[in-house]
């Protein structure tokens, strides 16, 4: 599966911002979908995870009430919603993709390329 992340951009801390990550193949549906972030000089960190179905979640304690992560199985498509944007929400986004399998474990099979997010206080 191929992935290309969109909607990063400059915004001001407090604002909100919408990810989106389309995907080729026909059976996107069977992949979990995940969302990743590396900050300059930090290791890449899992940010939010979603099932097959789209029925559960999971969210790094950092952005747990802030960003919801979804997907629309017919457009091949997840998305990212990120709201009350903190400085330190700044980083590379990556959305990821792993065929079934559990959205606690990182173990992703397939990336993105990366989508800049920078929020200025």
Known sequence: VQLQASGGGL?????????????SGRTFSNYVMGWFRQAPAKEREFVAAIAWSGGTVNYADSVKGRFTISRDNTKN??????????????AVY????????????????????????TVSS
């Open 11 to 23: 915004v001001q801390a407090g604002d909100s911002l919408r990810l989106s990550c389309a995907a």
């Open 77 to 90: 498509t997840v998305f990212l919603r990120m709201s009350s944007l903190k400085r330190e929400d700044t």
């Open 94 to 117: 990556y959305c990821a993709a792993k065929w079934l399998g559990s959205i606690y474990s990182y173990d992703y099979n397939y990336w993105g390329q990366g989508t800049q997010v």
